[in-house]
């Protein structure tokens, strides 16, 4: 061929492939359709995730609340005994009477040691098999 024939040629184009085309272009729909149902799966979970979340949180809301009622029934009735302690003639009296319990239980205790002594005398020269 002579340098002039190149010139009259019509120029060479690059075969291009139909098939590729349509795959590739159908790779990047898939891989679109992929991304949007990801993302669509990502939002729901995370919005089921928010819902535990804000349940578990209510849930201990009300457990406070009951359990602080609770306590603050409990403290009240604590103020009230201690109030009810602090009361110094219940004490005295209550105190009068430990004193007179105590001295009975000394006169008996001190019966109960002169008994055991004089059985135990006793019981020392009584024969035994």
């Given at each position: 061929m002579s340098p002039a024939s190149y010139l009259a040629a019509p120029p060479r184009v690059a075969k291009v492939d139909c098939s590729t085309l349509v795959t590739i272009r159908s790779m990047a729909d898939g891989a679109l359709y992929a991304a949007v149902i990801l993302a669509v799966l990502s939002?729901?979970?995370?919005?089921?995730?928010?819902?535990?979340?804000?349940?578990?949180?209510?849930?201990?809301?009300?457990?406070?609340?009951?359990?602080?009622?609770?306590?603050?029934?409990?403290?009240?009735?604590?103020?009230?005994?201690?109030e009810h302690a602090a009361d110094s003639t219940l004490l005295q009296t209550k105190l009068a009477r430990l004193r007179v319990t105590l001295a009975r239980f000394a006169v008996l205790r001190q019966a109960l040691d002169e008994v055991s002594g004089t059985v135990g005398r006793a019981t020392a020269v009584y024969p035994r098999k």
């Amino acid at each position: 061929m002579s340098p002039a024939s190149y010139l009259a040629a019509p120029p060479r184009v690059a075969k291009v492939d139909c098939s590729t085309l349509v795959t590739i272009r159908s790779m990047a729909d898939g891989a679109l359709y992929a991304a949007v149902i990801l993302a669509v799966l990502s939002a729901i979970s995370a919005l089921a995730y928010a819902i535990t979340q804000v349940l578990h949180a209510w849930r201990a809301v009300k457990s406070l609340r009951r359990n602080a009622l609770r306590e603050v029934d409990r403290l009240v009735e604590l103020a009230d005994k201690a109030e009810h302690a602090a009361d110094s003639t219940l004490l005295q009296t209550k105190l009068a009477r430990l004193r007179v319990t105590l001295a009975r239980f000394a006169v008996l205790r001190q019966a109960l040691d002169e008994v055991s002594g004089t059985v135990g005398r006793a019981t020392a020269v009584y024969p035994r098999k």
